[in-house]
C-alpha cells in the first residue's frame, strides 16, 4: 500500500514570495491533516480535513496561509506572503477516519524562507 | 483541549541498556487516545502505537512495551535491550474522542551508544 506523498521535498524562497506544497494521501482515508513541524518542537496542527470540508483549522494563520482539498483526495498548502517564522517542515498526514485512529505521515516537505 | 509534556529533552545510554521514555498528558475529555511516534533521522513520523482511555491494559511488543496509567496521567514507552537502531526523537500524542486531530508533546531526543 502506498504511503502519504508530499511534494517538494526541499524548498527555499525569499521572503514575501509564495509557496505551496502538495499531498496526496493514502487511498481511502477520508481524514487529512496539515501540520507545521518548527526545528526542535513537536508537530502542530494547521488545518485538519474530513472528505473535503474543514473540521478544525483553529491553529490556521489565515491571513498568510491557505489550504484546500478538491474532491476530497489531494490537498495543497500555501503561505503568501511567507515570513521568516515560517520556516519548518510541513507535514502532511492520512487516516482512515478522524476521532483517534492512528495517522499516517509523509516524509514532509522542509521550508526554507531567506 | 489536550496538552502532552514529555520532560525528557535528551536521554543518551549504551546500546542493550533499558530506557523508559515518559508521557505524561492532561485532558477533560472522557474519551481520549494516546500514541507514540517515532521520528528517525530521515523525517518521516512513523507509528508505533495507539491506546484508548478506556484501556488500561499495558502492551508489549517486541522490544518494546507502554505502561498506561490512567491515575498519574501518564502513558510511557520502554525500550528492553536498546540498539542503535532505536535512535531518534520519539513524540507522545493524544486526540480527543471527537474529530480531532493530534496534540503532540515535544519529544524525546533518544540517543544509542554503540
Known amino acids: 500500500e502506498a504511503g502519504v506523498a508530499q511534494s517538494p521535498r526541499y524548498k527555499i524562497i525569499e521572503k514575501r514570495q509564495s509557496v505551496a506544497f502538495w499531498c496526496n494521501p493514502i487511498?481511502?482515508?477520508?481524514?487529512l491533516y496539515w501540520y507545521q513541524q518548527i526545528l526542535g518542537q513537536g508537530p502542530k496542527l494547521l488545518i485538519q480535513?474530513?472528505?473535503?470540508?474543514?473540521?478544525?483549522d483553529s491553529q490556521l494563520p489565515k491571513d498568510r496561509f491557505s489550504a484546500e482539498r478538491l474532491k476530497g483526495v489531494d490537498s495543497t498548502l500555501k503561505i503568501q506572503p511567507a515570513k521568516l517564522e515560517d520556516s519548518a517542515v510541513y507535514l502532511c498526514?492520512?487516516?482512515?477516519?478522524?476521532?483517534?485512529?492512528?495517522?499516517?505521515f509523509g516524509q514532509g516537505t522542509r521550508l526554507t524562507v531567506v | 483541549a489536550q496538552k502532552v509534556t514529555q520532560a525528557q529533552t535528551e536521554i543518551s545510554v549504551v546500546e542493550k541498556e533499558d530506557v523508559t521514555l515518559d508521557c505524561v498528558y492532561e485532558?477533560?475529555?472522557?474519551?481520549?487516545?494516546l500514541f507514540w511516534y517515532k521520528q528517525p533521522p530521515s523525517g518521516e513520523l512513523v507509528f508505533l502505537i495507539r491506546r484508548n482511555s478506556f484501556d488500561e491494559q499495558n502492551e508489549i511488543s517486541g522490544r518494546y512495551s507502554w505502561n498506561f496509567q490512567k491515575s498519574t496521567s501518564s502513558f510511557n514507552f520502554t525500550i528492553t535491550a536498546s540498539q542503535v537502531v532505536d535512535s531518534a526523537v520519539y513524540f507522545c500524542a493524544s486526540s480527543g474522542g471527537g474529530a480531532d486531530g493530534l496534540t503532540f508533546g515535544k519529544g524525546t531526543h533518544l540517543i544509542i551508544q554503540p
Open positions: 485532558t477533560r475529555d472522557t474519551t481520549y487516545y
Open positions: 498526514a492520512s487516516s482512515f477516519q478522524g476521532g483517534g485512529t492512528e495517522a499516517f
Open positions: 480535513f474530513q472528505n473535503n470540508g474543514v473540521v478544525d
Open positions: 487511498s481511502g482515508h477520508a481524514t
